[in-house]
């Protein structure tokens, strides 16, 4: 019922920034998500980066906090991952994920029941 794609992968420069967008299109009674974002690095598990409730509250990794930052529009249409100072270790699929429930617990992927396709970022 709910399709999500992302968009927004780039090669950059080590230091640089990208901006990744994700977009959910489709049919679902819920009025507010939980959103969130992902990533997979060859050889890794899949780990979570940020998630986003309908009001704006936010939760992030470690991995991410104070350099990556996770943002929607007002019906959760869109969501958004700005990601400064990257570094070699981001490179991987970043995944936006989606799940019908109002709050977010946590960062497991076992809780979102939407994924998208994923785009690669390579940071070189």
């Known amino acids: 019922h709910v399709q999500l794609v992302e968009s927004g992968g780039a090669s950059v420069q080590a230091g640089g920034s990208l901006r990744l967008s994700c977009v959910r299109s489709?049919?679902?009674?819920?009025?507010?998500?939980?959103m969130g974002w992902f990533r997979q690095a060859p050889g890794k598990e899949r780990e979570g980066i940020a998630s986003?409730?309908?009001?704006?509250?936010?939760t992030y990794a470690d991995s991410a906090k104070g350099r990556f930052t996770i943002s929607q529009d007002d019906a959760q249409r869109t969501l958004y991952l700005q990601m400064n100072s990257l570094q070699l270790e981001d490179t991987a699929v970043y995944y936006c994920?989606?799940?019908?429930?109002?709050?977010?617990?946590?960062?497991?992927?076992?809780?979102?029941?939407?994924w998208g396709q994923g785009t690669q970022v390579t940071v070189s």
């Open positions: 994920a989606a799940e019908s429930f109002p709050r977010c617990y946590g960062l497991s992927d076992r809780f979102f029941g939407y």
């Open positions: 489709g049919y679902d009674a819920s009025m507010s998500f939980c």
């Open positions: 986003i409730e309908r009001d704006g509250t936010a």
